[in-house]
């Protein structure tokens, strides 16, 4: 499974940004797809997520409210507004494939978001 993502930027805070990532399998097979976060000196932290099987979505608490996962059969999306200095990072997809003993994650390259204040 690939995954690269696109639409990071330079924006200002209050702005808004919608990323994507563009996976080389349909979506639907996926158990999980999300979006993780890494900011310089930082563990790599988790935004959103989508769950297939019950269908449903997850928010870490710094992004509810401002931020929206969602995907199409190609393509996984983040939009994210109200954009905060403290968004600024490095955004990563991640999608997981399989159950049990192959259950796999793949993730991207990820893309810059930068928020000035």
């Known amino acids: 499974v690939q995954l690269v993502e696109s639409g990071g930027d330079l924006v200002q805070a209050g702005g808004s940004l919608r990323l994507s990532c563009a996976v080389s399998e349909n979506t639907f097979t996926f158990n999980t797809m999300a979006w993780y976060r890494q900011s310089p000196g930082k563990q790599r932290d988790f935004v959103a997520s989508?769950?297939?099987?019950?269908?449903s979505t997850i928010y870490d608490d710094s992004v509810k409210g401002r931020f929206t996962i969602s995907r199409d059969n190609v393509k996984i999306y983040l939009q994210m507004n109200s954009l905060k200095a403290e968004d600024t990072a490095i955004y990563y997809c991640?999608?997981?494939?399989?159950?049990?003993?192959?259950?796999?994650?793949?993730w991207g390259q990820g893309t810059q978001v930068t928020v000035s204040s």
């Open positions: 989508i769950i297939s099987h019950p269908a």
């Open positions: 991640k999608v997981v494939k399989g159950v049990g003993a192959i259950q796999r994650s793949y």
